[in-house]
């Protein structure tokens, strides 16, 4: 079974600062092609804004962007997996929190990046895809097979 490394593979790691306008965080977060960005304080992540927060949190509640610091509309508490984790957990984690996007720290919970759902089930289709092609090889390879004397 994959890894979160193996699904992620290298990227880089976006963060913004707490203080930050939602403005500014949707801006980043359209620059960068995300639906998600890690909150971070010191190095540390404090939180997650995500598409669904500024829709819940600052669209429905109506509030100004321009004057709304993301710490204000984040999600907290951060759940996280590591990097080395087989990526079946996350699933069940994202799945069991309702989430689209989970955090991927280091062994030193140095932020790594996100892992997204849709990332999660193409890694399920493809270990699917590759356990069809062993069966049907399998199978082949012994309906071929001549029988012993």
């Not at 957990?89 to 849709?118: E, P, T, W, Y």
């Amino acid at each position: 079974m994959k890894t979160i490394r193996e699904v992620v593979g290298q990227r880089e790691a976006y963060s913004v600062s707490p203080t930050d306008s939602v403005t500014e965080v949707v801006r980043y977060l359209f620059e960068k092609q995300i639906g998600a960005i890690a909150v971070c304080e010191a190095r540390k992540v404090v939180g997650v804004f995500s598409e669904r927060d500024l829709m819940r949190r600052v669209v429905y509640e109506k509030r100004d962007p321009e004057k709304t610091a993301v710490r204000d509309v984040m999600t907290t508490p951060v759940f996280h997996v590591s990097i080395d984790e087989r990526y079946d957990v996350a699933k069940a984690l994202m799945i069991g929190k309702n989430f689209r996007h989970l955090v991927v720290l280091d062994d030193d919970q140095n932020l790594c990046g996100f892992v997204s759902m849709r990332e999660l089930l193409e890694a399920d289709l493809a270990e699917a895809k590759d356990l069809v092609r062993k069966l049907n090889d399998g199978y082949y390879q012994h309906q071929f097979e001549r029988p012993k004397k």
